[in-house]
């Protein structure tokens, strides 16, 4: 079982930089690949962006790429999303979500457990 809690959200201008944190509980956080989604207001969630359990392998949605990044800490079983050059249309709730398997997946059907989530508003 695997406990995670998101942290980091507020509300930012757009151009703004914000980094989210995931912390795990759990003796076994770095046998998980984990990910990043969002949930904007009346639509689905959607990836964001995923790493491998090692840190060697990250992913991320077109929509982010070159201004996110993933990475993680094993030895503090936490996982971190710094976002930079934020856009009004980042504004969402974001969610940590673990599998366990190495990969880095997109799909959200694919993860076990997800994190409350934390909100992140951009303003324009």
């Known amino acids: 079982q695997v406990q995670l809690v998101e942290s980091g959200g507020g509300l930012v201008q757009a151009g703004g930089s914000l980094r989210l944190s995931c912390a795990a509980s759990g003796r076994t956080f770095s046998s998980y690949a984990m990910g990043w989604f969002r949930q904007a207001p009346g639509k689905e969630r959607e990836f964001v962006a995923a790493i491998s359990w090692s840190g060697g392998a990250t992913y991320y949605a077109d929509s982010v790429k070159g201004r996110f990044t993933i990475s993680r800490d094993n030895a503090k079983n936490t996982v971190y999303l710094q976002m930079n050059s934020l856009k009004p249309e980042d504004t969402a709730v974001y969610y940590c979500?673990?599998?366990?398997?190495?990969?880095?997946?997109?799909?959200?059907?694919?993860?076990?457990?997800w994190g409350q989530g934390t909100q992140v508003t951009v303003s324009s």
């Open positions: 979500a673990a599998r366990r398997s190495d990969y880095p997946a997109s799909s959200r059907y694919v993860y076990d457990y």
